[in-house]
């Protein structure tokens, strides 16, 4: 007999007869000889005149349906031996296999993390080998400088004091033409003292966010949980994700500094274009390789592939402001300025409120972290969200927030304040510095504009992150893509259109998405590669 657990494969029912009984349960003296259809009972003769006499358009005799139902149970068995019994015996002996695998499979994880983290600390120990070995050199050569200028001063007071008493006594003694020698000697003489030198030849500055920047270090450490949690939010998000960083870039250097060492290409390679008549106000995207475009006039928001084919649209009951994509789900987020909600696009394709906002929102970014940014409009506040809309820090703008992105390398953050000048911030919104036009002055072509007209004229349309760490503008003024270090450092003008430039984005592998208007006159995307590879 079939146990408990093997039998849920059957569906429950009813049971009326036991299975195999030959005789009519109300006529029990009786053998079973039609089949009423209607109510799928097997019945004796008289039950067809009496309790199933509405049925009888429904009634077989049961040894006419004896054929059909035989070929059934010889298909069931044929396909049970044949197919689902070696399947499930296959499907178990690759689980059992499985099992086995997992031990040493996860043996290795370790490992690999151990040894990592070993070679880190071995790295971390000559970092800090060579720093003292730095600061002993500089010490004794603080030391050599300030020795030097001891001596000078030495030789100086002796030279004075001998000085003192020749024209002392060339005071009493001398005759005219020493007098005037001794002064005119006085007049050549460099009568400042030099000043002491500087021996503070070094700095040292903390890292802040060490915690991070150690993870980031050791490596990534990716896992998911929706098997393990029962009853999960059906947003897949909570305080306690894994925070999965991008992997630090291979460049040597600090992207955090702006010393990642790349080269760039003279002039962006064109890797395809095409025209897209819609306006488009924000673009994200995919690391398949395809784009989320949104044009905050309307409820719609379109993805589109690598030639501009419209491939999927969501649409919303009011106008989505401005979308942003998960870096570890991958699902797409917006915000709604009108009813203040923040929504996440579920597995099906649906939006989902998350939270609503006290504050009409202007743009808004997922985070690694798994919080939402937000900028808002009148309150002029840049505010960090989790995903079920608890505040966690703000700051204060002085005008609407109209982009953000966050940098995958160093983890901080940065926002287009009123298209007029960039902020940008650490993970948890602590200001880092602010960076303005006038900051490109070096390149010299604009020391001789005014600065007035510069600050009026400045249409900065959005910032996003790159690979190395660096910052990519778009400037609408002056049609540019401006490209600055992300520690503010000015470091190419990318490219120049002819007409309008419009949004960016960018997508996995630095191939730059770029609204704008084409050679043809029409609107369209360029997809543009701008490092060597």
Request: charged share 20%.
């Given at each position: 007999m079939a146990s408990k657990l093997g039998r849920s494969i059957i569906k429950a029912q009813r049971p009326i007869r036991p299975k195999g009984q030959v005789k009519c349960e109300i006529h029990k003296q009786n053998e079973i000889v039609l089949l009423c259809q209607d109510c799928k009972m097997l019945i004796y003769t008289k039950c067809s005149i009496t309790l199933h006499k509405e049925h009888i358009n429904s009634f077989l005799e049961i040894s006419d349906i004896k054929t059909r139902h035989n070929k059934i149970l010889q298909d069931f068995v044929n396909e049970t031996e044949n197919v689902n019994i070696p399947k499930l015996n296959q499907e178990i002996i690759s689980s059992r296999t499985k099992k086995t695998s997992c031990k040493p499979m996860y043996d290795k994880r370790r490992k690999n993390i151990i040894d990592n983290t070993e070679k880190c600390k071995l790295e971390l120990d000559k970092i800090t080998e060579d720093y003292i070995a730095l600061c002993d050199k500089m010490e004794l050569a603080a030391m050599d400088l300030i020795q030097t200028h001891i001596t000078d001063l030495e030789s100086r007071l002796k030279t004075l004091r001998e000085l003192s008493s020749e024209y002392k006594q060339t005071l009493q003694t001398g005759t005219s033409v020493l007098?005037?020698?001794?002064?005119?000697?006085?007049?050549?003489?460099?009568?400042?003292?030099?000043?002491?030198?500087?021996?503070?030849?070094?700095?040292?500055?903390?890292?802040?966010?060490?915690?991070?920047?150690?993870?980031?270090?050791?490596?990534?450490?990716?896992?998911?949980?929706?098997?393990?949690?029962?009853?999960?939010?059906?947003?897949?998000?909570?305080?306690?994700?894994?925070?999965?960083?991008?992997?630090?870039?291979?460049?040597?250097?600090?992207?955090?500094?702006?010393?990642?060492?790349?080269?760039?290409?003279d002039r962006p390679t064109v890797m395809s274009q095409?025209?897209?008549?819609?306006?488009?106000?924000?673009?994200?995207?995919?690391?398949?390789?395809?784009?989320?475009?949104?044009?905050?006039?309307?409820?719609?928001?379109?993805?589109?592939?690598?030639?501009?084919?419209?491939?999927?649209?969501?649409?919303?009951?009011?106008?989505?402001?401005?979308?942003?994509?998960?870096?570890?789900?991958?699902?797409?987020?917006?915000?709604?300025?009108?009813?203040?909600?923040?929504?996440?696009?579920?597995?099906?394709?649906?939006?989902?409120?998350?939270?609503?906002?006290?504050?009409?929102?202007?743009?808004?970014?997922?985070?690694?972290?798994?919080?939402?940014?937000?900028?808002?409009?009148?309150?002029?506040?840049?505010?960090?969200?989790?995903?079920?809309?608890?505040?966690?820090h703000t700051d204060i703008v002085e005008g609407g927030v109209r982009s953000i992105s966050q940098c995958g390398v160093t983890g901080n953050i940065t926002v287009v304040v009123d298209y007029e000048h960039i902020i940008v911030y650490n993970s948890t919104l602590q200001l880092l510095f602010n960076y303005q036009r006038e900051g490109i002055q070096a390149r010299g072509e604009w020391i001789q504009v005014q600065r007035s007209f510069i600050l009026d004229q400045i249409s900065y349309l959005t910032v996003v992150y790159d690979s190395k760490g660096n910052i990519v503008i778009a400037d609408r003024t002056r049609s540019t893509i401006e490209l600055i270090s992300g520690a503010g450092k000015y470091i190419k003008t990318l490219h120049t259109n002819k007409g309008l430039q419009g949004v960016v984005g960018i997508q996995k592998g630095d191939v730059l998405w770029s609204y704008l208007k084409l050679d043809t006159g029409e609107g369209g995307l360029k997809l543009l590669k701008y490092y060597s590879d």
């Open positions: 007098v005037y020698d001794s002064v005119s000697e006085i007049r050549e003489m460099d009568p400042d003292i030099p000043p002491t030198p500087n021996i503070d030849m070094t700095q040292f500055t903390p890292g802040i966010d060490r915690l991070s920047h150690l993870k980031q270090a050791i490596g990534n450490l990716k896992f998911t949980t929706d098997h393990l949690q029962a009853g999960s939010a059906t947003s897949g998000h909570s305080d306690q994700r894994p925070v999965v960083r991008p992997k630090q870039s291979t460049e040597t250097g600090q992207a955090s500094t702006g010393e990642v060492r790349y080269k760039l290409r095409f025209p897209y008549t819609d306006t488009i106000s924000t673009d994200c995207p995919t690391s398949d390789g395809r784009a989320w475009m949104c044009n905050w006039y309307t409820d719609t928001v379109n993805l589109i592939d690598n030639q501009g084919q419209v491939i999927q649209t969501i649409r919303h009951r009011s106008n989505i402001q401005d979308i942003s994509l998960d870096p570890t789900t991958g699902r797409l987020w917006f915000c709604c300025s009108s009813d203040k909600t923040i929504c996440e696009v579920s597995t099906s394709h649906k939006p989902v409120t998350r939270f609503t906002t006290w504050d009409e929102s202007l743009s808004l970014c997922v985070t690694r972290e798994g919080r939402v940014v937000v900028g808002t409009r009148g309150y002029r506040q840049v505010v960090m969200y989790t995903v079920d809309g608890q505040v966690l």
